[in-house]
């Protein structure tokens, strides 16, 4: 399966964003998703993840509240909505599929991977 992400940009601390994840090449709802961030100099890291069918979330503790991911089989397409954004939110979003490992929080159990978008919040 291909991954693109969109919806990136420049935003004010207290901003949304929402963030898309197109997909191609395979049956969409096979995969367990999850969206990743990188900022600079650090690890990638767990931003969120989603059941093959959108009945589950799972969430890191620092955007719980403020960030919402979701699905829509039909376009084949995942979603992370973004509200009232920190500056340490910067970083490049990353969405990943995985094949039957369920919803995990580990970059390593993910198969497939977008190419990244940048979101940048400012003070």
């Known amino acids: 399966v291909q991954l693109a992400e969109s919806g990136g940009g420049l935003v004010q601390t207290g901003g949304s964003l929402r963030l898309s994840c197109a997909a191609s090449?395979?049956?969409?709802?096979?995969?367990?998703m999850g969206w990743f961030r990188q900022a600079p100099g650090k690890e990638r890291e767990f931003v969120a993840s989603?059941?093959?069918?959108?009945?589950?979330?799972y969430y890191t503790d620092s955007v719980k509240g403020r960030f919402t991911i979701s699905r829509d089989n039909a376009k084949n397409t995942m979603y992370l909505q973004m509200n009232s954004l920190k500056p340490e939110d910067t970083a490049v979003y990353y969405c990943?599929?995985?094949?039957?490992?369920?919803?995990?929080?580990?970059?390593?159990?993910?198969?497939?991977w977008g190419q990244g978008t940048q979101v940048t919040v400012s003070s």
């Open positions: 990943a599929a995985n094949l039957g490992r369920s919803m995990s929080s580990a970059k390593g159990d993910y198969d497939y």
């Open positions: 090449g395979g049956p969409f709802t096979n995969y367990f």
């Open positions: 989603i059941s093959r069918y959108g009945s589950t979330t």
